[in-house]
Nanobody, 123 residues
Framework: QVQLVESGGGLVQAGGSLRLSCAASGGTFSTYAMGWFRQAPGKEREFVAAISWSGGRTYYADSVKGRFSISRDNAKNTVYLQMNNLKPEDTAAYYC????????????????WGQGTQVTVSS
């Protein structure tokens, strides 16, 4: 069983930056595609970014392209989400997820989920 633990969330002013981390244990991290999703109150969970097992391919939602960057360190079993130029509409709980079968942008394409970390952006 894979466990995913996110960290790095917090309160930041608009225009600021945060770096989220997601540490994995209990599985073979280097074989999983990894993704970040977010969910605001009253809204469905939405795709933010994803990265292939090797790190060679990355994908972003249009709403974060150019501001967010996903990366991974397979030696540390960790995936990161660098978030720059944050906006109030980025406020949400952020979840990392692992996919056994490959990179995806839908929640059902991921097999394991973390508990989430809250990001709040004030205006």
């Amino acid at each position: 069983q894979v466990q995913l633990v996110e960290s790095g969330g917090g309160l930041v002013q608009a225009g600021g930056s945060l770096r989220l981390s997601c540490a994995a244990s209990g599985g073979t991290f280097s074989t999983y595609a990894m993704g970040w999703f977010r969910q605001a109150p009253g809204k469905e969970r939405e795709f933010v970014a994803a990265i292939s097992w090797s790190g060679g391919r990355t994908y972003y939602a249009d709403s974060v392209k150019g501001r967010f960057s996903i990366s991974r360190d397979n030696a540390k079993n960790t995936v990161y989400l660098q978030m720059n130029n944050l906006k109030p509409e980025d406020t949400a709980a952020y979840y990392c997820a692992a996919s056994v079968y490959g990179v995806g942008v839908k929640t059902y394409e991921y097999d394991y989920w973390g508990q989430g970390t809250q990001v709040t952006v004030s205006s």
